[in-house]
């Protein structure tokens, strides 16, 4: 299939780059195949005016994969228009625990592949969100940082990270919370160090998700994890995205986290995301299959090569 040139503006980061001239409702698989290679080298692609309908941003999130769940909103307005705000409402709760770093689904037996997100209202005041590569910062580890995180698992947890934060939703009368990803499944277990599945690169896989890490004490644990996150989430391994309505960008969520940045929730704020599903031969969690084992075997074999 022959190439398709794009028009690529990289960011001032370790990754990511503004995609312009391009339509995203009206793609051919030439021109597919090119953003997805683009998409695999930058990790976080930019793409303004593009005002796509909830199906067409679920089409072309599927051509990335299939979805982990089609077009929700990621909003503080409510179907019936009222804007949540207060700190005691389930929603904003919901949507504050988003402005820790995270990866996506990492809670979940499989973690996201990515995600497609769209703006459509946007505050005067910002409501940016902001990503960080992991990559950059496994590669920036010092010698003896990334020898010890080479043989560490985490547990990864919605209860762990919405608790931490004092931002879990109330219960319901049969005791559960009723909301995504608060399941009763295995707490997923994830190794520290990710290697990416389609480029073989090594990356952190951290984030506010993750807690008491295998074998070792919590507190000791909470600390380590707390100091990874931070030095990990800095320039230039960081972007903060400003928006503006109209814009679509798609991430790498098995190489980047990302954030929101904390706004003026009296104010009305609308966004629409596609989450892409993790393949499960990469993205189970180590406890969750026996051929996610096989796969933490080959990880292995790479870093222990010198990967
Ligand atoms: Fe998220």
Request: glycine content about 8%; charged content about 25%.
């Amino acid at each position: 299939m022959a190439a398709v040139t794009l028009n690529i503006e990289p960011l001032d980061a370790t990754f990511g780059a503004w995609i312009r001239d391009i339509e995203l409702r009206s793609i051919d698989d030439a021109t597919f195949e090119s953003l997805h290679e683009a998409w695999l080298e930058y990790a976080l692609l930019i793409f303004p005016d593009q005002f796509l309908t909830n199906d067409e941003q679920d089409a072309f999130a599927e051509r990335f994969g299939n979805l982990e769940f089609s077009a929700a909103p990621i909003s503080n307005v409510s179907k019936d228009g009222k804007v949540h705000h207060d700190a005691g409402d389930d929603l904003v709760k919901s949507l504050k625990g988003n402005w820790g770093w995270h990866h996506d689904s990492t809670y979940m037996p499989l973690q996201a592949k990515g995600a497609v997100f769209t703006a459509e209202l946007v505050p005067a005041d910002g409501a940016d969100t902001g990503w960080a590569d992991m990559r950059a910062a496994y590669e920036a580890l010092p010698a003896a940082d990334r020898e010890l995180v080479h043989s560490l698992e985490a547990h990864h947890s919605l209860y762990y990270s919405q608790g931490r934060m004092g931002l879990l939703p109330r219960r319901r009368d049969d005791g559960s919370y009723g909301m995504y990803g608060y399941h009763d499944m295995d707490v997923s277990l994830r190794s520290l160090v990710k290697v990416h599945p389609d480029t073989g690169r090594p990356n952190l896989l951290i984030g506010r998700h993750a807690h008491d890490i295998v074998g070792m004490d919590p507190a000791e644990s909470e600390a380590l994890l707390d100091r990874l996150n931070a030095e990990a989430c800095v320039p230039p391994r960081v972007y903060q995205h400003a928006w503006t309505a109209g814009e679509a960008v798609i991430w790498d969520n098995r190489r980047l986290m990302h954030q929101g940045v904390p706004f003026d929730m009296t104010q009305p704020r609308k966004m629409w995301h596609t989450r892409i599903a993790g393949e499960p031969e990469s993205e189970l969690a180590l406890n969750h299959s026996a051929e996610s084992l096989r796969f933490r075997h080959e990880r292995d074999a790479l870093l222990n090569s010198g990967g």
